[in-house]
């Protein structure tokens, strides 16, 4: 981007002295790269006093080289970085930027021409990297925007749990009670786990009868269903062909595995209310709520991924960062196919395709371009989703932007994934 390339051109010089930090659990491992191809390295603790000896060594540094300022970068991986990065970020001395961890992976032989590994190696590899200009500004999030990333990251774990959960209980149902699944769209809804977690095996549900079971559905499903559901139940546990070995362990594990479910399922909604709750404080989250089809806990998400909209210069920025943005591998004649990076936030790309996915719905507003792309084959539907995503990405950047409400009109769109 031009403005990264500005920074770069502004902060990286022959004189400014380079410091890479390769960070880990307990103790991180500095290396300074001079003017003259000189090096330092220096190990701290990931501690306050560590970090303390750390901007000691920085200044001594400084003050063999005559420079009152250096260029102090880390890989953003994993989560061991965050403190030192605030901590960082504080000094006025300290042009706190990131390096991309693939980056260092593949540069480790250029530094001494060996595959080998070590801390003190990897910080030095950082330091070459900011020194060639291969680094990005880092950018920490404050306040509402880093609540947002936190509660959507927390989501996202809830939600890989749940399916960890979900998938748990339909191995356990198959083999206790196969027809059990067939009665309910989903197992994890509030009448099913009712059931589940009290009647568990075909023979409770059929000691029931047809009344007290029908009276049992009516109220779990607060009237949605009752004795056409009940016959369904229990015309499925007179002839069912699940096992009766092991019967009662299993049931205790299909009650524990929905009590499980149950708990994810309410502090789901305690999150998504946090996220909406959140989000108020967003000051242009109601012009991004007008495109009819991205909710709350959608936008809360995609905004805890890229931070500040407004701090993007182009929307292609953010595309990037998603890693939606495309590359292709061509050689002579060869022209290969182009596909997404995927190098990017891998949060706000699935987060993004899925709003995308439900955009295009019958009546959504992204529905007639995505009928244009697809027509006559001329592109396949999962490549028309990702272009749809960033069109996503597109007009939520400019009505940020602008300060603007959405309002639906005709566009043209690229016939690019």
Known sequence: MSRNRSFKKQNVNPELPVVGIDVAKHVH???ILFSDGSERRFSFENTQAGFLSLVQWLQESRTTSGI???IVGLESTGHYWKPLAYFLAKLSDVIL????PAHVKKAKELYDNSPGKTDHKDASVIAMLIKMGRFQHLHLLQGAYADLRISAKL???KILELGMQRNILHSLIDTIFPEYGKMFSKLETKTSL????RYTTPDRLLSLGRYRLTKVIQKASRGKLAEEKANELLEAAKTSIGIKAGQESITLAIRETVRGLQRILKELQVIDERLSQILQGIPYASQLLSVKGIGSVTLAVILGETGDLRRYRKADEIIKLAGLNLY???SGQHRGRRRITKRGRP????TLFFAALRLVKQGGIFRKDYLRLTENNQMQKVKALVAL???VLRVIFALARDGAYYQEKEAPLPLAA
């Open 29 to 31: 491992f500095a290396t």
């Open 68 to 70: 009152q300022q250096s």
């Open 97 to 100: 930027v990131q390096v991309n």
């Open 155 to 157: 989501r996202e774990q």
């Open 194 to 197: 009712y059931l589940l977690q």
């Open 328 to 330: 292709e591998i061509s």
């Open 347 to 350: 949060l706000l790309r699935k």
């Open 389 to 391: 995503a960033k069109k």
